[in-house]
């Protein structure tokens, strides 16, 4: 089983719609947690943080719940721009800092 | 200020052959980290070295190494290459890491070099 699982998609979406992306994660020691945005062919970029506390970042809203090891990305009122793959990541003390990646959601957002 | 610079940006090589790929962090960051993306998946952890010495090896063959200079710019070697090895090889710095470091600080990505072995 891998260590991060996401739903590859593609989610297909119309430009306003809500879209939320979802990843659960085996290791019961994850400390961090992010959601990374990575664009055709391009590096990949931190969307943002995700805190016990759910945390809100204009559209984008992030939400963890540790007991269920469980990650959540929201993403209100689509945008064409907001077409890319969105990858969940988690790490843990033991591995310093190496970033544990799923294998990231495709989104297409359509006019 | 530049961000992470990687070259080549991409390379075809022969089975068998041996790769060296470089990375250059932002200034100021001591940590550098290397990732595997092959097409269709999210990176794999290779190496991580901080502060010249390695702090953390993912579950690569020992084909695969690295090392940091005193400059904290770091190659990574592949040698006796596989079709497999065909991927874009991410080069991600940061200000921190080790372990027992606080994981909360954000990584930035080189572009990568995108390698082809035929």
């Known amino acids: 089983r891998k260590e991060v699982e996401q739903d590859p998609g593609p989610f297909n979406v119309p430009e306003g719609a809500t879209v939320a992306f979802n990843c659960t994660y085996s290791?019961?020691?994850?400390?961090?947690f992010f959601w990374y945005r990575q664009d055709c062919r391009k590096e990949p970029k931190l969307l943002m943080s995700?805190?016990?506390s759910g945390n809100e970042d204009g559209r984008f809203t992030a939400q963890l719940n540790r007991a269920s090891q469980y990650i959540s990305l929201l993403i209100r009122d689509s945008k064409l721009s907001d077409s890319a793959t969105y990858l969940c990541?988690?790490?843990?003390?033991?591995?310093?800092?190496?970033?544990?990646f799923g294998k990231g959601t495709s989104l297409l957002v359509t006019p | 200020d530049a961000g992470v610079t990687q070259s080549p940006t991409h390379l075809i090589k022969t089975r068998g052959q041996q790769v060296t790929l470089r990375c250059s962090p932002i200034?100021?960051?001591?940590?550098v980290s290397w990732y595997q993306q092959v097409l269709g998946q999210g990176p794999q952890f290779i190496f991580q070295?901080?502060?010249?010495?390695?702090?953390g090896r993912g579950n690569f063959p020992d084909r695969f190494s690295a090392r940091q200079f005193p400059n904290y710019s770091s190659e990574l070697n592949v040698n006796a290459l596989l079709l497999g090895d065909s991927a874009l090889y991410l080069c991600?710095?940061?200000?921190?890491?080790?372990?027992?470091?606080?994981?909360?600080?954000?990584?930035?990505f080189g572009q990568g070099t995108r390698l082809t072995v035929v």
């Open positions: 991600a710095s940061s200000p921190k890491g080790g372990q027992g470091v606080p994981t909360d600080t954000e990584a930035f």
């Open positions: 290791n019961s020691a994850s400390q961090s």
């Open positions: 995700v805190y016990s």
């Open positions: 990541v988690v790490t843990h003390s033991n591995s310093g800092y190496a970033l544990n």
């Open positions: 200034s100021g960051h001591k940590s």
């Open positions: 070295y901080y502060e010249k010495e390695e702090r």
